[in-house]
């Protein structure tokens, strides 16, 4: 989906950008941080369930979609939606406390599944790194 021109763009300590702009607009962020709002508990214990937080999503953005996630020891949440003219898909997973977040952005026709696979494959492309931190 990212052309060979695409730029990453390391902005700050913890968070990078990758944006290409060859073929409509399309941006790839990744955010490192920490889970300040205790949603891996949530998620572990069953008070954040699939339906809950498609609700919650829904609640900000109509056509949201949720579905939750694990990967190894991580567990999160993908989400897409429509933002402006555009959509986007952010994946967000969470491990002992500490949070991996990537938002994908594209403009045109973009199928909801397309961004939330290439968000999956963002995670799945930085996933040995954060498991050696």
Not at 51 to 59: E, G, I
Not at 77 to 98: H, N, P, W
Request: glycine letters at 6%; proline letters at 2%.
């Amino acid at each position: 989906m990212l052309g060979p021109n695409a730029q990453l763009n390391i902005v700050d300590q913890g968070y990078a950008q990758l944006i290409d702009i060859e073929d409509g607009f399309s941006q790839v962020e990744v955010l490192l941080g920490i889970d300040a709002k205790d949603l891996e508990v949530q998620l572990l214990d069953g008070r954040l369930t699939d339906r809950k937080l498609d609700a919650k999503c829904r609640a900000q953005r109509p056509d949201c979609h949720s579905q939750i996630i694990e990967a190894d020891h991580f567990i999160g949440f993908v989400q897409d939606y429509s933002f402006f003219e555009m959509k986007q898909a952010k994946l967000r997973m969470l491990s002992a406390g500490e949070s991996v977040t990537v938002r994908v952005t594209f403009s045109g026709d973009t199928s909801n599944a397309d961004l939330q696979r290439t968000a999956k494959a963002v995670f799945e492309v930085i996933r040995p790194a954060l498991m050696t931190c």
